[in-house]
């Protein structure tokens, strides 16, 4: 096994999520809609989504983007070497305990510092393995994330960790359908969102 | 054996219908498909009424969907938010007991030593029961399995499995074959009449009027030949003709049907008010010859002339006298007005000249025919050249009264001694055209509305076939056990046919849409429960497949058939 | 934090009313001052005369040296290759504080070193140096204070900065925020570690000489007018020189004013002025090669110029190929910066060296820890640090 990417660190969380934060220069790993976890010292494993990666600015920021030009070096200083962090929120859906999964919403929340690492495929595999019911938190979060988005990206990523993607994809979307079905304007949206992710 | 699943109930009541959520693709499911959902305790069996294009959202619906995104997406969304219920008019139900592999089967075998029979549905199954089409086996529970009594009449229009009716209930009660002209009715009454007289249990009489039953035949349309009765069951069938001499389709019918004077009664001729055109005063002048005739009223009536003689009174002047043996002289002689008598006497003249009334039959042939059914013969008794509605109702109606008082009395012998005397032979009378003989204005003169009421205490009933059934008196219509109907397009028709049963509403609707040559549906008493059947085709396999059934018998069932 | 407003707000409307007459006067000083600035211009020997005769009296003097160049001077901005190794360095420190659970000092220097023209990130170092027990106090016994342990920080930072521009490829700039000397208070001067330091100090400045190495302190918004200084000497008759601890007949007008009026300023955008001398108390100590230098820099455009004063030793004074350079570095690491304009690299070593609040309170916390695990007694912090923290939250 090729060691674990490792995202970043716990900035603050509740039961609901959590925001990590990682240098810039560490932005390549992760991406929207990636599915994360996050080692608690008791043994168990919270998982989440990034819904969102916020790039934050500081005073110096803001000037250095009122200037005329900015030099490379400046700009590789203040991606690699300065201390704003890159935010990225992670949506919680699930955790593992005693080596079983849950697709419900962790005990507590990890804690300040805490490593965030993506999940490789076989993880991927595994936690997207089971009756998709973590499709719940994301829909019951639909106003505060882009749901469509997130969905489709979830999709697109986990996808090709299965043996028979289309067939995967298939259930997914049959999930989906079923959730939303009654909700003609956020399915609709979401099957748009899809549309990039199947032909 | 074991049919696919094409759904789960979904809603519905007993009154109206049950909801049925569709799986698979509709086009596999067709309007009156025969449907088994089954729970654990019971199996309900229904029918497919309708189906309905339905959506979560009416907005999946309105939009064109398939046109904004990728076929998978599409077939995802559409199979989850359009859809279509079914709707099945829930018809019998048969409970199962438990599973027999488990140890609860075999005291609740004890609690139920006979095995449950389909029953009227009384209750209904939980929600998401699974829905399937019906199978072989499940057909043969419910109308039978084909062999013996159970007469294969047509097949599921889905999956072809064979459909029966008991003919033994089918004679029970009298029945009718509808449909418009041209769908088949003729060809299907072939049918039914050789499964009856295959299965041998009942005597017919066919009162064939336009003598197309007996002998071979070339069918009207296709200009096929088409297999007579009286070829395939040479044995046991008696082609009669009417009237001395008649040749039918020019060959030698059995023997021939005359009628004597005496077997006419007055009843009979008041049967022919209309068609005779008689006067109101008719009846009066036929009481009258009843009184001074009796039985003879129709031969003297005949004999009468209208002469005048002239006579010299006592002042010696001519006067004009009715004959002695005229019409005038026998109405003086009673109080009647000559005028009504001497109408009558010229409206009967159609009658006196019908040349199978006689006054001395040959050999009785009245007798003949009602011994040859008592003795379990089928008589067909074409019409020939004699194809007026006059005739056909006259002749009927002498026929059937004969029948009923024969019957009748077998009957009571029966009742009064059943150890000694035999049980009579069941009797079905054929009636092409019914509405003839049984329209509102006629039903309650005829023997006919008669024996379709009460004959049946009797082992007398009729089989009715008709193209307009709304010509039919009700009261008639309503006591029809079974009844088998091709397509109809006149809303009356189609009314009148489900007049009385369950469910007419859904019903309508699938009459109107049978395949008018094809398919009929069975329905009635007779039939367990509703259903659209394609019928048996009348042709050389038909014949095979029924004298196969035949062969199959012992040499002890056909010797006992033989001798009986 | 209750204020009186009312009282305040009386002396704030004393002041403006004050203002409005002062701003009568100020106009005729700045007219004064401009027509001295002309006038003079060309008068550099004869003003360094005059200079040495008023050191001779006034030996602390604080003014600025013409060299030969005429006061007025203008250096527009030079056109040169952006090639060259940019260095700054900043520190912050903690001084100990005896309401602390423990008692500790803290200085971190922040060096950030950037290579302008390569497109390579730039490299950041930091060094903290926890100060404890006996660190904490001066040879005579004394808790070190700021104003002691600034200048242990200023010390190690400048130390640093050149050991790493000595390091870095040339040419190379190094860049500390605010005058070259090494600060010191008055009385602090008089001490063996002051002169420890200074002498410690005169060392670095020298051997960078030769290094092709560009000291040099950035001074933002200067408050000493150092040029004014000397234009109120030059007007001051020579019998009058000995009065010239009380004679400030230009108080008001700033150097700041002169090269930088707003709206027509002297300094156009990007120009530097001449170069000047500093006349201070520490010319003592900085001598010869080392001897401070300075020139005004109009960082800022002719709208809102923002002159700011560049220090430099001696051999970069001379040399104006070193000055353009510097020249050319400085407006180009303040332009970055857009409307607020202050040398990029200078604001990141001050960010990489700030020591924050929490940071602070985590150190003491990990010291705490240690402490107690080794068996040591750790005081509580004392009631009224607790009562402060109070009030922060």
Known sequence: MTTPLEVGRLLRANTNGFVAGCRVSKLGAPAFGALVRVPLPSGEEIYGLIYNIQIADDGLVRQLVTSENVSEEVMRDNRERRIVPVEMSVLSIGYAQNGRLYYLLPPRPPLSLDVIYLCDAAEVRRFTSGNFGYFRHILRAANNLPMAELLAAHLLQAAPTHADQQDWLKKAIQEIIVLLRDDYSNLMAVLNALREVIF | MEEKTIGYLVGGSLKDAFRVRLTIPPSEVQEGAFVVLETEERLFYGLVTDLQLDATDPRFADEQSESRLPPLLAQALHGQTLYVNLEVLPALMLERGPDPASPAYKAWREAHPIPPTPIPVKTVPPHHTPVRLAGAGDIA?????????????????????????????????????????????????????????????????????HSEYGFDDIASDTRQAVIGLKTKFSARVRVVGLGKGTLIRNRNPDFHLELAFSEITTQDIELLSRELALRETAPTVLQALEKSFGKDWLLAFKKMNRLEIEELDERGKVRKMPHPESVAAWATEHGVNVAAAESLHDKLRRVFDRPYITENPAGNSLDHVIEALADGRHVILSFGKYSQDLDYLLVSNVLSRRIREKWEQLTDAYRSNPSKEPEPRPLVIVLEEAHKLLNRELASQTSFAQIAREMRKYYVTLLIIDQRPSQIYDEVMSQLGTRICGWLGDEQDIQAVLAGLAGREALRGMLSRLQPKEEVLLLGWGIPMPLPVRSRRYDEQFWQELKGEEKRRSPEEIAAELSG | MPINYQQVYSQIRAIGAEAQMHGQALKAQRERARQLLEAFAEQTAWLRERLEEARRVYPDLRCAIPLEEPLNARHPLPNLEVNYTLLAADGSQIAPDRHAMVLFGLVNIGIICMRRGSGKTPETFTESHLLFDKDLYTEDGHLLNES??????????????????????????????????????????????????????LHILKELRGENVIPAGYVDKPMANLVVRLLEIADLPQDALKDLKEHYPLRGVSDRWLFGERGRPLLRAGERSAVFGLQSRSRQFYREEIALHFFYLNVGDDQHPWPVRVEVPAWVARDRAMLDRLHVALVEQCRMMGARPFPYLLHRAHEIALVSRDEKSQIETMLAIELRGQGQEVDESSAKQTAKEGIRR
Do not use: C
């Open chain 2, 141 to 209: 529970e419910i109308f039978g399995k084909a062999g013996g009594k159970n007469f294969v009449i047509g097949y599921t229009r889905e999956q072809g499995h064979p459909v029966v009716i008991d003919l033994e209930k089918f004679v029970q009660r009298s029945a009718g074959v509808f449909g418009a002209t041209g769908t088949g009715k003729s060809f299907l009454t072939r049918i039914l009449l050789a499964g009856l007289i295959q299965h041998n249990k009942t005597s017919l009489l066919v009162l064939d009027m």
């Open chain 3, 148 to 201: 002691l342990l600034a200048m242990q920080r200023d010390l190690r930072e400048r130390a640093l900065l050149a050991e790493m521009a000595r390091q870095a490829e040339k040419p190379a700039i190094a860049l500390t925020d605010g005058p070259l000397e090494l600060w010191g208070l008055k009385e602090a001067e008089s001490t063996d570690s002051y002169r420890r330091a200074l002498e410690q100090y």
